[in-house]
């Protein structure tokens, strides 16, 4: 069955420092893999997405994400983050699920950024 | 870019009633529409997908004779929330697609409240 995991449900990070949330997915052939932002009460927001080439996709706000076949997994990245960065985060995976397109969505991880 | 356009953005309504809420496509021909519903610090989960001119799937556990969800054009699907409950009480999303391949394009939500 198709599913995405999203381990982290919640991560706090220090403005500047680093940031790598993880995805891993289930998908019987090569997916189109997806990761969203949401602020509070709003609705998704796009920061990149993989269809195929290059495994390393570069996405808006700084924010970028591996491709890695032999692990499943579609983490994202950011080298420094920002307080306006602190959202609720989605990792989905699209593509025809059965007899339809489909988008199915992670869990979620919460960020809280520090100063 | 793509733009959804998601109305209205809150709703009160009694219980026993019931809500539409629109969902359209702006600068695109949507072939397909997902209507999700998110609870509170939870992820999306997916009622129901829909194509133009076609009755909607519903997802296993989605009770399609209270959520009832229309496509009638490439721009335009709406979900009525029919008998609203508190239980229905919820925020709901919709997106359209125009294929995987192009993604997923999101509304902005609504707040639907039912006292």
């Known amino acids: 069955a198709q599913s995405v995991t999203q381990p982290d449900i919640h991560i706090t990070v220090s403005e500047g420092a680093s940031l790598e949330l993880r995805c891993n997915y289930s998908?019987?052939?090569?997916?189109?893999l997806f990761w969203y932002v949401q602020s509070p009460g709003q609705g998704l927001q796009l920061l990149l997405k993989?269809?195929?080439?290059?495994?390393l996709v570069q996405g808006i706000k700084g924010f970028e994400a591996e491709f890695k076949r032999s692990q499943s997994s579609f983490n994202l990245r950011k080298p420094s983050v920002h307080w306006s960065d602190a959202a609720e985060y989605f990792c989905a995976v699209g593509g025809r699920i059965g007899a339809t397109n489909k988008l199915i969505f992670g869990t979620g991880t919460l960020l809280a950024v520090q100063p | 870019g793509a733009v959804v356009s998601q109305h209205p953005s809150r709703v009160i309504c009694k219980s026993g009633t019931s809500v539409k809420i629109e969902c359209r496509s702006l600068?695109?021909?949507?072939?397909?529409m997902f209507w999700y519903r998110q609870f509170p610090k939870q992820s999306l989960m997916l009622m129901a997908t829909?194509?133009?001119?076609?009755?909607?799937?519903?997802e296993q556990g989605v009770e399609k004779d209270k959520f009832l969800i229309n496509h009638a054009s490439l721009t335009l699907s709406t979900l009525t929330v029919t008998s609203a409950h508190p239980e229905d009480s919820s925020f709901y999303i919709c997106s359209a697609s125009q294929g995987a391949i192009y993604g997923y394009t999101f509304g902005s939500g609504t707040r639907l409240t039912v006292v």
């Open positions: 600068d695109f021909q949507a072939t397909t």
């Open positions: 993989y269809f195929s080439g290059d495994t």
């Open positions: 998908y019987g052939a090569t997916p189109y």
């Open positions: 829909s194509n133009e001119g076609s009755k909607a799937t519903y």
